[in-house]
């Protein structure tokens, strides 16, 4: 069964045909070419095709497109304000926390929900909310150092 | 002296890092082209049988469906990675071996409708004995997985060193033990894909795959193809990571690129994480038996190793992973007397293939493990024992190794002081220890053929630099690296620099990502390169600055004669002269490189020297075992490595973390479980690599050494490593609960069945 849905992603609204059956991953790649969302086991394992719902992250190979009518869905290519790189952006890439780049996307959109959720969460909060997103080049410890960075300049004067 | 370097050895982030933080990487999954269709591949569902029959007809008329091959359909032609060992068929043509293996493939106009095809097809299989263990599968009267190949042991190395037999003698005391290594998964994130796009009037192939080795993979397709090699075009967009898992053609290279031909309309092949699992490419367990004669002081005086490889269906890199396995024995320790015996044997299972470290993990997990233990039982401490049987740049090799640096001895003594070795081995209390193991690695290879790169440098009329390069990045920060390189030659900022790469459409031939050569490989292209493009300025330069061309240096942007920085000219001055001269512009520097071999040869049959260089390092593992539930907690792993000169810290140490986690997972976690040759864990839900809560507190330290064959002093940084986390983490089990484990990995189960034992074993000596 197709649909119209509308759909707001980025801050744009898309009037999208979709099957019930459709995820929002699927969506998001193959109707709006926002290819930044990866899709790494299509099961809900790995995190990296993360995307904000709402301001949450959620795992968009496992969700409905459907279900997403009427949320505010951001992904990595919304994150950045104008030309300006979002300060987890820079950071991963400062210090070192990306290599391959593929979980990079998912990464950093849950290390948002987790600072946006919490401002100034511990070390092992991070860890704990940040361990459904796999990866298996870093060995995590430049990500955990790079989100920290932000997470203590949160707050501070600019 | 410290040589004055700009570039070289600073933190750059990689020139790709904005990219790929930004979502803006293109991997192949996320390339599109008009009018693209896409496939799916038909995996055999038995383990070992003849194909009487497959009948593709109802598939073909699903609408929506495009075209169906089979083996059948297909040029007879076998491909393997290793050129002897060619083995393989795109898709099976007689028989299938292995349950995953490649029997059919649909192209569609969406992925949906080409699985839906997949269940249509019908295949009449006769189904044949199969056999799952290599020592099983060794056995006279086994079944034969190929024709012809006796015992399926499709490659057997053997060779003696010095006379072990009179060594053995003469030792003190002589150990054996046996050991197993289980399967491990590479499990990079992103899936193995292809795009292939055909252009009928110029027959030429244009294929975007996710691969290690883009000039191997034009070879392996135009033999499977038929097509000459020029028409083959492979670019290699963003990877998503290999591990050693993307160096193989697979049967989505191969079918992209036939319907493409056929079609006449781009087609991509996207691997579901269950494929990656069932039919790419593994760790090579393997069972290792280790006998090991020692003085009274713990110095080796002879060694017996022998290894028999769990191959699976198909031989992959089955002679260089043995011949790895062996050849490894011979460094970081001095074993004068030696005898390695290896074999690759066939099973009906998913198919082994180089996977970081490629097979030495699994010989170094049997020697570092045995060489505790021996430590333990003669009263040696189990650093002194490492740096007492250190080998040393310099002095002669048993096998023709020419170690020029080592830092092997310094890594043993930097890692146990980090991990506080003498306040802490055998003083910590029960569930707690320490232990340590060492490794070394080569950094590419030197003696075998076709292992060189080139590069090509463009200066720009503006003083941009282009640099073309057929190295592969696929997330290790290659390009970065070679970049670095260039930009300390030419003395501009690493902002100048732009690599245009893997493209064997453009780019000069490269190997590809593998055996940890290509910063020594093509980093020492690249700057050759740099090098010629720099010296037609510099003598174009050197009349007007009065000077000879050799007096002068290039930093900052600048020109100038060496020791006056003020005496000359900008970098763009001297390009517009050089311009205005007449001459011919662009300014192309070319460069090839590698690595000195004075007498190629294979090694199976001969002594010499295998790499350019090699890397040495030691890993230290802290534990804690919880005792009542099994679970090994690692809390801290050092790992002291001699990479040479870093050519970019920040990147050295990514790899090393990155390294110690794999090993991590390897030791404590990873098994690609496998019942009557069906894997039972196959997602990552199952399988269960190490996630941000299992990840230790990791110190990286660097054991500087100035390379004389590396760019800039450098040696390999992403292999190495992976060697012996394994072996440091089970013998720091051992210091916590007193308890020999031979078998990876050391799963809860297997500790608490152990600590049962014991109690056991406890009450009855009471």
């Known amino acids: ?158 | 002296m410290e040589k004055e370097l700009n570039v070289v050895g600073t933190r750059v982030p990689m020139l790709d890092a904005a990219l790929k933080a930004k979502g803006a990487a293109l991997f192949t999954d996320d390339l599109v082209l008009p009018g693209m269709l896409h496939g799916r591949i038909l995996r055999s569902p038995v383990p070992h049988a003849r194909i009487r029959h497959i009948d593709t007809s109802r598939a073909e008329k699903l609408p929506g469906v495009k075209g169906v091959v089979t083996g059948r359909d297909i040029p007879d032609r076998r491909y393997g990675i290793v050129p002897k060992a060619k083995d393989e068929h795109a898709l099976a043509r007689d028989k299938v071996r292995y349950i995953g293996d490649d029997v059919a493939a649909v192209c569609a106009v969406d992925p949906e409708t080409a699985e839906e095809a997949l269940a249509l097809i019908t295949v009449e299989y006769e189904a044949l004995p199969a056999v799952f263990d290599p020592l099983e599968a060794k056995k006279e009267g086994a079944p034969l997985i190929h024709e012809g190949v006796k015992n399926n042991t499709s490659f057997f190395i053997r060779k003696e060193f010095g006379d072990v037999e009179r060594a053995f003698g003469e030792c003190d005391e002589i150990f054996e033990h046996s050991f197993y290594s289980q399967a491990v998964n590479h499990a990079p994130l992103e899936p193995h894909g292809a795009l292939a796009q055909f252009d009928p009037q110029n027959g030429e192939l244009t294929v975007w795959s996710s691969t290690q080795i883009p000039y191997f993979l034009r070879r392996n397709l135009s033999n499977t193809l038929q097509l000459d090699e020029s028409k083959v075009r492979i670019i290699k967009p963003k990877v998503g990571g290999g591990f050693g898992q993307k160096i193989d053609m697979f049967a989505k290279d191969f079918c992209a690129a036939w319907f493409a031909i056929h079609l006449g309309k781009p087609v991509k092949f996207i691997y579901e994480r269950e494929e990656i699992f069932i039919s790419t490419r593994q760790r090579h367990p393997m069972y290792i038996t280790v006998r090991t004669g020692v003085k009274k002081d713990g110095t080796i005086l002879a060694q017996k190793f022998q290894a028999f490889a769990d191959g699976g269906a198909y031989n992959s890199t089955a002679p260089t992973m043995i011949a790895l396995s062996c050849f490894f024995l011979m460094i970081p320790y001095r074993v004068p007397n030696l005898i390695y015996e290896g074999s690759h044997i066939y099973t009906n299972k998913p198919v082994g293939g180089a996977m970081r470290g490629h097979g030495i993990p699994q010989a170094r997990f049997a020697v570092e493990r045995q060489l505790d233990i021996i430590a333990d039982r003669i009263g040696v401490d189990p650093a002194e024992i490492r740096i007492k049987n250190s080998i040393q740049a310099g002095a002669p090799h048993p096998a023709g190794f020419v170690i020029n640096t080592c830092g092997f001895s310094d890594s043993v003594k930097k890692a146990a002081a980090a991990i506080g070795w003498k306040e802490k081995r055998g003083r910590l209390p029960l569930g707690r220890g320490v232990g340590l193991a060492g490794a070394s690695f080569p950094s590419g290879v030197s003696n075998m053929s076709h292992i060189s790169s080139g590069a090509v440098v463009q200066l720009g009329r503006d003083g941009a630099v282009n640099v073309l390069t057929g190295a592969a990045d696929i997330g290790q920060g290659a390009e970065t690296v070679i970049g670095q390189i260039v930009a300390e030659e030419l003395g501009v900022p690493i902002e100048d620099i732009r690599v245009t790469a893997a493209d064997t459409g453009i780019t000069p031939l490269d190997p590809g990502t593998f055996g940890s050569g290509v910063t020594v490989r093509a980093g020492n292209a690249a700057r050759l390169a740099a090098i010629s493009a720099k010296q037609k300025l510099l003598e174009f330069v050197a009349d007007k600055l009065e000077a000879n061309a050799a007096d002068l240096v290039a930093k900052d942007r600048k020109i100038f004669v060496k020791g006056s920085p003020d005496k000359g000219i900008t970098l763009a001055e001297a390009l517009k002269g050089y311009q205005y001269a007449d001459l011919p512009m662009p300014i192309v520097g070319r460069g090839s490189w590698m690595a000195p071999a004075s007498e190629p040869t294979t090694l199976f049959k001969e002594d010499g020297n295998f790499a350019p260089n090699y890397s040495f390092m030691t890993q230290a593992a802290e534990v804690d075992v919880d005792l009542e539930t099994g679970k090994v907690k690692l809390l801290k792993m050092v790992t002291a490595h001699d990479c040479g000169r870093p050519i970019n810290p920040m990147l050295v140490e990514g790899q090393l973390e990155g390294s110690v986690v794999g090993g991590m997972g390897q030791a404590l976690y990873e098994n690609v479980i496998v019942e009557n040759g069906q894997v039972m864990n196959p997602s990552f839900l199952d399988y269960g690599f190490p996630t941000f809560l299992e990840m230790p507190e990791i110190e990286a330290i660097e054991v500087l050494t100035d390379d004389p064959i590396g760019p800039f002093g450098a040696k390999e940084a992403g292999e190495g490593t992976q060697l012996s986390p394994a072996p440091a983490i089970v013998n720091a089990v051992y210091d916590a609960i007193g308890i020999d484990f031979m078998e990876l990995p050391i799963t809860p189960e297997k500790i608490l069945a152990a600590l049962a034992e014991k109690t056991k074993e406890n009450d009855k000596a009471q």
């Open chain 1, 1 to 158: 069964m197709k649909k119209v849905i509308e759909l707001n992603i980025n801050g744009d609204t898309h009037d999208l045909l979709v099957s019930s059956n459709h995820t929002l991953l699927e969506v998001l790649r193959e109707k709006l070419g926002l290819m930044g969302t990866k899709r790494g086991c299509d099961l809900g394992a790995c995190g990296a095709c993360t995307v904000l719902i709402n301001g949450e992250a959620y795992l968009s190979c496992i969700m409905l497109a459907v279900d997403a009518v009427g949320k505010e869905i951001i992904t990595i290519e919304g994150l950045a304000a104008g030309g300006d790189l979002h300060p987890l952006q820079n950071a991963f890439i400062d210090q070192g926390a990306l290599q391959c780049g593929f979980c990079t996307p998912g990464m950093i959109l849950t290390a948002e929900a987790i600072l946006t959720e919490d401002e100034h969460p511990t070390e092992d909060v991070i860890k704990t909310k940040m361990a459904g997103n796999l990866c298996r080049c870093t060995g995590y410890k430049k990500i955990v150092e790079a989100v920290m960075s932000v997470n203590e300049k949160i707050g501070e004067e600019a």
